[in-house]
C-alpha cells in the first residue's frame, strides 16, 4: 500500500507493478490521497474495478466531502459503463453535478495508455494497455503534472460522452 499525506513534506513515493492486481491496489491508493478533483484516462475502465462496491463506495466517500470535488473521466469506449456498469452508473445519477465523462474523438483514439491522477499530486499510470507494468507515486508533483497536462489535450480531443440524465442513461 502507498501511503503519504500529500500535503506534508514527506518524500514522494513511487512504486512499479507487474500485475493488474497490485494495479488495483495502487489506483485505490492514489484515489485515497485526493482532496478536490481526480483525472481518469482508460480505453473503456472495463479492468479497473470501477463498478465493484469498494471502489464506487470510495469514490462515494471522496465526493461526498465537498461540494468542489470532481471526478473527471475520459474513455475511448463508454459501453462498459453504459451496459455493464449498473453501481458507477448510480454513482453517477447520485452525483452528476461532479462526475464529468467524455469520450475520445478519432484525434485521440491513438493513446493506449492508462492513468489516475488525484489534484495534482499523486498517478498511477499503466504505460501500454496491452501489458500489465504500471507505476504509481504519491507526492510526485512533477509526475503528475505531465500526465495533467496530458489530460488536458486529451479533454480536448473529445466530446461529451455519457451523462446522468434519462437521455444520457
Not at 68 to 83: A, G, S, Y
Not at 113 to 137: E, I, K, N, P, Q
Not at 148 to 156: D, S
Request: net charge neutral; charged share 20%.
Amino acid at each position: 500500500m502507498i501511503s503519504a499525506n500529500p500535503t506534508s513534506s514527506v518524500a514522494s513515493s513511487y512504486r512499479r507493478f507487474d500485475s493488474l492486481a497490485d494495479s488495483l491496489i495502487a489506483i485505490d491508493d492514489v484515489i485515497g490521497t485526493a482532496i478536490k478533483r481526480i483525472c481518469i484516462f482508460d480505453l473503456s475502465l472495463r479492468e479497473y474495478g470501477f463498478n465493484a462496491p469498494a471502489r464506487v463506495d470510495q469514490l462515494s466517500h471522496f465526493l461526498q466531502q465537498g461540494r468542489n470535488r470532481r471526478v473527471q473521466i475520459i474513455l475511448h469506449k463508454t459501453d462498459f459503463l453504459e451496459r455493464q456498469a449498473p453501481r458507477f452508473c448510480n454513482l453517477l445519477r447520485t452525483y452528476s453535478h461532479c462526475i464529468e465523462i467524455r469520450r475520445t474523438t478519432h484525434a485521440a483514439h491513438s493513446a493506449m495508455d492508462a492513468f489516475v491522477v488525484a489534484d495534482d499530486h499523486s498517478y498511477w499510470h499503466r504505460m501500454h494497455t496491452d501489458h500489465a507494468r504500471a507505476v504509481a507515486a504519491i507526492n510526485d508533483a512533477q509526475g503528475a503534472s505531465g500526465l495533467l497536462l496530458r489530460f488536458a489535450e486529451l479533454t480536448e480531443a473529445s466530446e461529451p460522452g455519457i451523462s446522468a440524465t434519462t437521455l444520457g442513461l
